[in-house]
């Protein structure tokens, strides 16, 4: 072999190594990627799975709920981000029940309907209840979801801060969201024994937020950090009985 020959052979073999080094780290990063993400989902499924949880998207039916000046309509809006939160938290091998699944009531009077929603939770022996609302003011400038809880378990408020910090730490698109967890005396948070939260995703009457509201990907960001709330408590030991 020339002294020519003997250059590209290097050049060659030092390629080979080259692209071997490359493969090799690659299957590496690959199989570390593959393996984390396996720990991740072994140590979620430690977390959710067995917990029982019951979403309510409010409304529906005769009663569409609050509706913006865009004509987007509550019931709708509330179903669909309740659809892809049970998608995240089964996913993460939670045992998950919607109070609907449909545009429909579930009762011919209010209090009927609303009772039904709780019977819902107490059938299944749920460990906690998320009702998901979204809101409406005089005022077209108000915006931000926010997260409600009454006294009814002392988890409740608990769960709630987790929700909404995970709320205000996951969107902003309209701006800083300052709302905080709220004490109400809410019909379906009352008259449970379990943590429970009512979640107001955000203001219709606000034409910026109503549109947002109306597309699946903002539903979906706001399933996810809803979700991620809710992991958060579970993966707390004070989740069940709340901070003593
Ligand atoms: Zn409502």
Redesign the pocket.
């Known amino acids: 072999m020339d002294l020519l020959g003997e250059r590209r052979a290097g050049a060659v073999r030092a390629t080979a190594a080259i692209l071997l080094l490359f493969f090799a780290c690659g299957f590496l990063l690959y199989s570390f990627n593959i393996l984390s993400g396996r720990r991740e989902m072994a140590a979620l499924s430690t977390t959710m799975g067995q917990r029982i949880i019951v979403l309510d998207p409010?409304?529906g039916g005769v009663d569409g709920?609050?509706k913006g000046p865009g004509g987007i309509k509550?019931e709708t809006v509330v179903l669909g981000v309740a659809k892809y939160l049970a998608k995240y938290l089964e996913q993460a091998g939670a045992k998950v029940f919607l109070t609907r699944e449909k545009d429909i009531e579930l009762a011919a009077s209010n209090v009927e309907d609303l009772d039904a929603r709780l019977d819902l939770a107490r059938d299944v022996a749920a460990d906690i209840f998320i009702s998901i609302?979204?809101n409406s003011f005089p005022s077209p400038y108000e915006f931000g979801a926010q997260t409600f809880y009454c006294h009814n378990h002392p988890g409740s408020k608990f769960l709630a801060e987790n929700i909404q910090d995970s709320l205000v730490a996951g969107i902003d698109v309209l701006g800083y969201n300052y709302r905080k967890v709220q004490e109400a005396e809410y019909y379906v948070l009352r008259n449970l024994a379990i943590p429970a939260n009512l979640i107001e995703v955000g203001f219709l009457s606000n034409p910026r937020e109503e549109s947002l509201l109306s597309q699946s990907a903002y539903q979906k960001r706001l399933a996810y950090c809803i979700f991620v709330g809710v992991v958060r408590y579970f993966s707390q030991d004070t989740a069940i009985d709340g901070p003593q």
């Open positions: 409010g409304h709920g609050a509550e609302h979204a």
